[in-house]
């Protein structure tokens, strides 16, 4: 396509504050210095996000562009998946791993430069139950930290990170297990784990390189089982993949499929995607969408695998 001239912007969190208003401006004005004009929507909190995105889809501009971290790109992702419609990101969460693994700078001139002026690609989104997912989903230890994480943000008062510290701790010392089976291309797998984690393409798992992925459009799902049902071996696990061993470890199995079925032994099952929990009823089905969403990038780019 040209290069957009009309933008609408949704920006996440902190609404009528000075600092987000300052954001909005500076965002206004980088935009203008390309010629596109925008309009900001400037956004309480996650729950206005996909009725704001469905607006915003609706005026008809020429991309749609999502700030935040990666909670708000998922959301929006799940309105314009599939549509054509572009998705512009600027990367203003913590951590941004699908911005970073995409190759969108995460400085904000930068980000906004790569939508002007970049290239539109298609990358591939993951979906559970229908639901999308950019980078990965789990069940297991890491949707229940995430739970006691947030609980103890809203009860306690505790920061995000020591929010994390403890509930990384509570949820190891119960150490609680899930037995599952998991039919992946034909093939039956069953297993009595403490995590099931679901990747939008292939993760490195090694080294340096721990936890990026190398492209975002192979159509693949990795699927990885930690088989220890000890914390010592789950400690192990970890050392191993700081070590640039954990290919090598016995109690760790990985796979790659485009379609899995999950069952455990109950109804329903706490699920994360992207960092957000939901309870999501068993069988989890989950598919890879081959170039459902397409975003700007620079011209050589790691969304492409170049």
């Known amino acids: 396509m040209t290069r957009p001239l009309h933008a609408e912007v949704l920006l996440n969190g902190g609404a009528g504050t000075q600092r ?24 309480h909190d996650g729950s206005e996000l996909v009725h704001a995105a469905q607006q915003a ?9 999502a700030g935040g971290g990666d909670g708000t790109l998922n959301a929006v992702a799940g309105v314009v998946a599939r549509t054509g419609m572009p998705l512009g990101v600027l990367p203003l969460g913590t951590l ?54 947030d609980q103890l943000q809203q009860r306690l ?35 009595r784990t403490p995590l099931v984690f679901i990747g939008n393409n292939d993760y490195e798992l090694d080294g340096l390189r721990l936890g990026r992925r190398a492209r975002l459009d192979a159509g693949l799902l990795s699927v990885h089982v930690i088989d220890s049902t000890r914390r010592f071996g789950l400690l192990m696990l970890a050392a191993r993949a700081l070590g640039g061993r954990l290919q090598q470890a016995r109690d760790f199995e990985t796979l790659c499929a485009t379609h899995v079925e999950f069952h455990t032994g109950r109804r329903r099952a706490s699920v994360a995607t992207d960092g957000e929990v939901e309870d999501l009823a068993m069988p989890l089905v989950y598919d890879i969408d081959k170039g459902a969403l397409s975003i700007f990038v620079l011209q050589a780019t790691a969304a492409t695998g170049e």
Request: charged content about 20%; glycine content about 8%; proline content about 4%.
């Open 157 to 191: 008062g505790h920061g995000k990170w020591p929010a994390a510290l403890w509930a990384a701790f509570w949820v190891l010392r119960r150490f609680p297990h899930i037995d599952v089976s998991l039919k992946v291309e034909g093939e039956v797998i069953r297993r």
């Open 20 to 43: 987000a208003q300052l954001l909005s401006e500076d965002v206004v004005r980088n935009f203008a210095q390309h010629g596109v004009h925008v309009k900001v929507h400037l956004l």
């Open 57 to 65: 889809l609706d005026a008809a501009p020429d991309v749609l562009v």
């Open 96 to 149: 941004n791993h699908f911005a970073r693994d995409a190759g969108i700078p995460i400085e904000l001139r930068s980000a906004i430069q790569t939508i002007c002026e970049g290239r539109l690609v298609h990358v591939d989104v993951g979906r559970v139950n229908g639901r999308v997912f950019l980078n990965n989903s789990s069940v297991g230890l890491y949707p229940e930290a995430v739970l006691k994480r």
